[in-house]
């Protein structure tokens, strides 16, 4: 099992930049890949970007690329995501997730963090 816990969110004014954090508790979580999503109100949820397990490796749909940015610290059991330049459009719940290596599907999911961006 593995408990995710985020935390940074907050309002931040347009073109302002926020870190947000997601701790993760249980042994394995190290092995695990991670992923930032995020769910406007009355929208469906969005794919934001994701790490592999050592960091070596991200993927991010071309819509963030360049604004937001995903990194991990292993010994800190800590996910984070730098977003920069924030739009009101960014306004949205964030969450993290974990995928166990053998997994295709995000098992693990946080309570989420809210992201208000005013204009």
């Known amino acids: 099992q593995v408990q995710l816990v985020e935390s940074g969110g907050g309002l931040v004014q347009a073109g302002g930049s926020l870190r947000l954090s997601c701790v993760a508790s249980?042994?394995?979580?190290?092995?695990?890949?991670m992923g930032w999503f995020r769910q406007a109100p009355g929208k469906e949820r969005e794919f934001v970007s994701a790490?592999?397990?050592?960091?070596?490796?991200?993927y991010a749909p071309q819509s963030f690329k360049g604004r937001f940015t995903i990194s991990r610290d292993n010994a800190k059991n800590t996910v984070y995501l730098q977003m920069n330049s924030l739009k009101p459009e960014d306004t949205a719940v964030y969450y993290c997730?974990?995928?166990?290596?053998?997994?295709?599907?995000?098992?693990?999911w946080g309570q989420g963090t809210q992201v208000t961006v005013s204009s």
């Open positions: 997730a974990a995928r166990p290596p053998d997994r295709y599907e995000y098992d693990y």
């Open positions: 249980g042994r394995t979580a190290s092995r695990y890949a």
């Open positions: 790490i592999n397990w050592s960091g070596s490796s991200t």
